[in-house]
């Protein structure tokens, strides 16, 4: 069974937001089972709590944009990023600005952030979507529709495939 995970102790970066060019102090620090990832806007009043979960996102054009309210993060796909790939489940991100800092402009400075922090496991089970039936979502018609499936499977497997009609990268 795998267990959920968090990090072992508190710790902060600072860097700039690359759509705002915003100062941005980000401190992570561990949470409790169950919690996911949350992200707190500390320089606002009342200071909210913004899961990052899907009926959170409010937009996806050149940044993931978690909101509730007037409360925004935006730029959160990095530090996400790093997060599954290293499993952790259960984090605070209190944050200073409307962005995430870019650092090196990859998940790399964030996984070196939480590896620094040290990754803990905790005495609870990972929670997982389980697909029971195919599920999909479509947007335009004719050449420029786009759309995604979930189907289900007994075990893990992802297939990605993308077709651009581009000259720039049209293989034909």
């Known amino acids: 069974m795998l267990n959920q995970k968090t990090i072992a102790k508190p710790i902060q970066t600072v860097g700039i937001g ?5 100062k941005s102090n980000l401190y992570l ?3 409790p089972v169950d919690t996911g990832i ?3 806007r500390i320089d606002q009043e009342p200071q909210t709590f913004i899961p990052a979960k899907a009926e959170n996102v409010t937009d996806t054009r050149l940044a993931s944009v978690l909101q509730i309210g007037s409360h925004r993060i935006s730029t959160v796909e990095h530090l996400m990023s790093a997060c599954a790939g290293l499993g952790i489940d259960n984090m605070y991100v209190d944050i200073t600005a409307q962005e995430v800092p870019i650092l090196d402009g990859s998940a790399s400075s964030f996984v070196f952030l939480l590896q620094s922090a040290g990754i803990v496991e905790q005495n609870a089970p990972k929670r997982f979507i389980r697909i029971l039936k195919s599920v999909q979502v479509q947007e335009g018609e004719g050449e420029s529709t786009k759309w995604a499936r979930l189907d289900p499977h007994h075990g893990y497997k992802l297939t990605f495939e993308i077709d651009f009609h581009h000259p720039a990268v049209d293989q034909t």
């Open 18 to 22: 690359l759509h705002s060019g915003n």
């Open 29 to 31: 620090k561990p949470a």
């Open 38 to 40: 949350v992200f707190i």
